[in-house]
């Protein structure tokens, strides 16, 4: 397997706060088209993790290649021009603005300008199209016009992954995208990362652990800031480390 067959790969990656140590000597490498979960107990150093991949933190020690190329030291912003895009575990959109315009403004984002009101209605609707695909895609189509703090929880969420789309991300983080979402949201938003996978790889940190059985291509398993165990869904929910992690959660293989 050559260097171009993953998107990302981590090296030795550490990071230390003072005298506590929240990432340790990590080695991870996700494979491009593929889902990949990441789990672990609260306090794992997941959100940690997440930070220094898209360079919000600083490494401690070790080296992350994205493409082939070293984004160590990189700053946040190369590194999201390079088509690395993640999501937050709280919902990120402009709650008085409609749907259609939230994504609006990801796409004059994407274009390197910023949302203004004054531009003509002609020129925003230059981008409805590309708007109009995205929400197609996350199952928004029928909510264009809706204020955006209107939608429930979960349609709030399929609203930030599409703004994130509008991004045009080769490689998407999602931080938690199931949280906080009653099992009909949960089962939406299962389908709708599914479906975005198709041309992209994702990197996911979830707590559904019957989301990570359903879509994950492979799992990494972190607890106290190391790597526990990877492998697949059946590989780490057989592992008596991840059991004894996991204390009062029953994994089924």
Known sequence: MTDTDFAIEVHGLSRRFADFIAIKDVTLKVRRGHIHALIGPNGAGKTTFF??????????????LYKGRNITRMAPAQVAQMGMVRSFQISAIFSTLTVLDNVRVALQRAHGTS??????????????ER?????QDVGLADKADVTAGDLSYGRKRALEIATTLALDPELLLLDE???G??????????????RVAR?????????????????????????????LTEGTYAEVASDPRVQAAYIGREFKA
Request: aromatic share 4%.
């Open 131 to 135: 708007a109009d695909a995205l929400l």
């Open 181 to 194: 979402m009653g099992l009909e949201d949960v089962a939406h938003a299962a389908a709708l990362i599914r």
């Open 177 to 179: 995208p199931t949280s």
């Open 115 to 128: 949302f203004h009101f004054w531009r003509s209605v002609k020129e925003l609707d230059s981008l409805n």
């Open 199 to 227: 041309t992209r790889t994702v990197l996911m940190v979830e707590h559904n652990l019957g989301v990570v059985a359903d879509l994950a291509d492979r799992i990494t398993v972190l607890a106290s800031g190391t790597v």
């Open 51 to 64: 930070n220094l991949l898209t360079k919000t933190l600083d490494p401690s020690a070790g080296t992350i």
